[in-house]
């Protein structure tokens, strides 16, 4: 027993710093699809990305799986901070699960909890995206066009991602054997699925209009914050489960939108702003002070141009 529980803590280290290098590798790739669309941009039509959605997919999890293989040794100043609060999250994940139900279990907080994680998951991300996808269709909307697709896109890596670590994981749930959180036990707490769905959209929407509209920004990550919380205050995750879901998702949501997101679409809208600031400038009254001390004749004028 005592030789299968060693196995057991080393096989479960070696996955969770997989995770982990999987978080980090994942924000690099983000960032060097990032520098390679500036340095070189593509036309990417909604239609190609409609036609290649699947196919996008398949290089996706390619990208995803693989991206621990090209982190370098300067990356190491950013992967030791998260995984060291990983690590300490973990080790600390029965005590706090554990404070929850000192007095009992809230049914209020329970119930609160359970209400507002449903916005994090897959049935609610996925008819979110779906709905963004169709209305920007309908309305020639190339933004929320995008968004649905790239949304929907990250959606189903994140699934893909979060299946094969909870497959591999099997941790149980904070309410089975007072939150031991034992690995290879048959659970599917480690990472959290509505965690890592939540973000996923939630960057790819703020990646999409944060720029310009700071607010659609803040609600996006605000509202998967809430999620995330939730799930632990719900008691159907560990802080430690939480926050590697949330890396994950944000992770996989910036590298498919700096990935496939179609840069004709910024450029439209710096052209579009332009225009609309000459249109604003020719409406806008000039008014000139008027001077002339000698004859004490002070005033002003106010002129329009059309």
């Known amino acids: 027993m005592t030789i299968f529980s060693a196995r057991a803590r080393l096989v479960s280290t070696v996955i969770l710093l997989f995770a982990l290098v999987l978080v980090f590798s994942l924000?690099?790739?983000?960032?060097?699809?990032?520098?390679?669309?500036?340095?070189?941009?593509?036309?990417?039509?909604?239609a190609t990305l409609e036609k290649?959605?699947?196919?996008?997919?398949?290089?996706?999890?390619?990208?995803?799986?693989?991206?621990?293989?090209?982190?370098?040794?300067?990356?190491?100043k950013w992967l030791a901070p998260l995984g060291l609060s990983t690590v300490a999250l973990m080790t600390t994940d029965r005590r706090t699960s554990g404070e929850l139900v000192?007095?009992?279990?809230?049914?209020?907080?329970?119930?609160?909890?359970?209400?507002?994680?449903?916005?994090?998951?897959?049935?609610t991300t996925g008819a979110f995206a779906g709905a963004l996808y169709l209305v920007g269709r309908a309305t020639h909307?190339?933004?929320?066009?995008?968004?649905?697709?790239?949304?929907?896109?990250a959606l189903i890596d994140s699934t893909i991602v979060v299946s094969a670590l909870k497959t591999a994981s099997q941790r149980q749930r904070p309410p089975v054997d007072n939150s031991s959180g034992e690995f290879f036990d048959g659970g599917s707490s480690f990472p959290s699925g509505h965690a890592i769905s939540a973000w996923s959209l939630?960057?790819?929407?703020?990646?999409?209009?944060?720029?310009?509209?700071?607010?659609?920004?803040?609600?996006?990550?605000?509202?998967a914050t809430?999620?995330?919380?939730?799930?632990?205050?719900?008691?159907?995750?560990?802080?430690?489960?939480?926050?590697?879901?949330?890396?994950l998702g944000y992770g996989i949501g910036r590298y498919v939108y700096h990935k496939h997101h179609d840069q004709q679409l910024d450029a439209r809208d710096e052209t579009k702003e332009k225009d609309n600031e000459v249109a604003r400038s020719k409406w806008y009254p000039n008014i000139v002070p008027l001077y002339y001390p000698r004859a004490h004749i002070y005033g002003g004028m106010l002129a329009w141009k059309f």
């Open 52 to 76: 290649k959605f699947f196919v996008n997919i398949l290089q996706d999890q390619r990208a995803i799986w693989t991206s621990p293989f090209h982190l370098h040794q300067t990356d190491a």
């Open 141 to 153: 909307n190339d933004h929320l066009r995008e968004t649905g697709l790239l949304g929907a896109e």
């Open 202 to 223: 939630a960057t790819v929407v703020a990646q999409e209009y944060g720029q310009h509209r700071p607010l659609v920004q803040v609600s996006a990550y605000g509202l």
């Open 27 to 46: 924000n690099a790739s983000a960032k060097t699809a990032r520098a390679k669309d500036h340095a070189k941009p593509k036309s990417k039509t909604q």
């Open 226 to 247: 809430a999620v995330s919380v939730s799930r632990f205050t719900a008691r159907k995750h560990f802080l430690s489960d939480v926050l590697v879901g949330s890396a």
């Open 102 to 123: 000192e007095h009992g279990d809230n049914l209020d907080r329970l119930r609160i909890s359970r209400n507002i994680s449903q916005a994090g998951s897959l049935y």
